[in-house]
């Protein structure tokens, strides 16, 4: 096995073992901590030292982790990325027998997803669940890891229009099915199994379903990878483990993960709140700064926020745009628009572009079809509460919000470098020039 296949299987298992936000964010947790990071809570005062690690995490399913120089720090150098995909929410009440013969779950979906691979394969259900501890409400993630349900299909033969496009409608198409007859009932106490307490101290939870199917390294030279929720964890986990391996004597490293992405980011703990910015303000307090230079260390600082892009598809290569068709294999994309629904200018470009050089990783662009919307993702948002130099970058793949995308197997190896040269070198940015080194 090379190093990129390598990388792609250690990005494979964490996403296999982080079926809902609020595993990402766990499993992060332990990787920094067993990576000596020191886990810090909002809820606390904090005291930073020179030459130390730190995490902190939001609503359990957004977490921003960063490392402190030994000398006085000069700006923050951010990658940002976000831990939600989008799936089918359980609804509360979740049971509804059918036909005498079955047993389905109610689902309304989370994120705009395609329905079509959801149907006739594995899944599960994972998140999280509040407990009554005496007079404690505790919040205990879920995970039943076990082939629990399957969305249906309807024959061919009670449908022969299946195949000329379907209108999916969630509540009639999408439920899925979860036992047999004389299995209603059994949700909560299966929850309530695992989690080892009486069933009515569960008092409520945030559950989602997860697709089951392994994910797997494919292609005549292995050049492919397939797998659920690579937007965006293919990004996130690229962030996490180069902060571990990236630091920098002059700048704050950040690595931001968001949930909620998907839905719009304006949660509580979602790029579109005061997570970020009240983090970077409390780090410059904790270090001596004051307000003034907290700012000064803002206009100078520089963000990174990375989430998946699209590879030209094979089938239809006129959904891109005529110069700038992003392949996989080929390295990090820089996401251009117009509109500013992305970060990226001509001065963060150029900036990530020689950071790309000095990892010796190839890096391309992608600007949508100029007849055609495009997608969204956290930069501008983020932008919104803490205002900085941005680029906005992803791995380029297809199928993007399928439960199963594919990727190439060389990318999550190339993010990797040019992330960790990105926290190696200081940057600095002026609105009429960057210094690099
Ligand atoms: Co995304």
Request: overall charge negative.
């Amino acid at each position: 096995m090379n190093e990129y296949e390598q990388t792609t299987r250690e990005l494979i298992r964490f996403i296999e073992k982080s079926p809902s936000s609020y595993h990402v964010i766990e499993n992060f947790a332990s990787l920094l901590k067993e990576h000596g990071f020191e886990a810090l809570s909002e809820n606390d005062g904090w005291e930073l030292f020179p030459g130390h690690d730190y995490f902190v995490t939001r609503g359990q399913s957004s977490l921003i982790a960063f490392r402190v120089p030994e000398q006085a720090f000069e700006n923050f150098q951010i990658t940002a990325a976000h831990s939600d995909s989008p799936t089918f929410r359980i609804k509360e009440n979740p049971e509804i027998s059918v036909q005498s013969r079955y047993v389905q779950l109610n689902v309304e979906k989370y994120g705009g997803m395609l329905c079509a691979p959801w149907f006739d394969r594995p899944l599960s259900v994972a998140g999280r669940a509040m407990v009554r501890c005496g007079n404690v409400l505790e919040s205990r993630l879920v995970n039943f890891d076990r082939d629990l349900c399957m969305i249906p299909s309807l024959a061919i033969h009670m449908n022969r229009e299946a195949n000329s496009g379907t209108d999916y409608k969630i509540q009639r198409d999408l439920l899925p099915l979860i036992g047999a007859e004389g299995s209603e009932g059994s949700f909560l106490s299966m929850i309530a199994e695992q989690l080892k307490v009486p069933e009515n101290d569960i008092l409520s939870y945030d559950l989602s379903l997860y697709n089951r199917v392994p994910g797997t390294i494919w292609g005549i030279r292995n050049e492919f990878f397939s797998c659920g929720k690579l937007d965006d964890l293919m990004c996130a986990w690229s962030a996490v483990t180069a902060l571990m391996d990236g630091v920098n004597d002059r700048s704050i490293c950040v690595a931001a993960i968001f949930d909620n992405e998907e839905v719009g980011s304006r949660t509580m703990q979602g790029a579109d709140s005061t997570f970020l910015s009240d983090t970077l303000e409390r780090i410059s307090i904790c270090l001596g700064k004051n307000h003034q230079e907290h700012l000064m260390a803002i206009a100078s600082s520089f963000m990174i926020s990375a989430d998946n892009a699209h590879a030209v598809h094979p089938h239809f290569p006129e959904k891109s745009d005529p110069t700038n068709r992003p392949g996989m294999n080929h390295g990090p994309v820089i996401k251009f628009n117009a509109a500013q629904k992305y970060t990226s200018t001509a001065a963060s470009a150029a900036l990530f572009r020689e950071i790309c050089a000095a990892a010796g990783v190839p890096c391309q662009t992608f600007v949508n079809h100029s007849d055609m919307p495009g997608g969204s993702t956290l930069g501008n948002l983020a932008n919104a509460h803490v205002s900085l130099h941005t680029v906005d970058i992803g791995m380029a793949q297809l199928a993007m919000h399928s439960p199963y995308e594919t990727a190439g197997v060389k990318d999550t190896l190339y993010l990797v470098q040019a992330l960790v040269t990105f926290y190696r070198t200081h940057v600095d940015c002026r609105d009429d020039a960057f210094t690099i080194g």
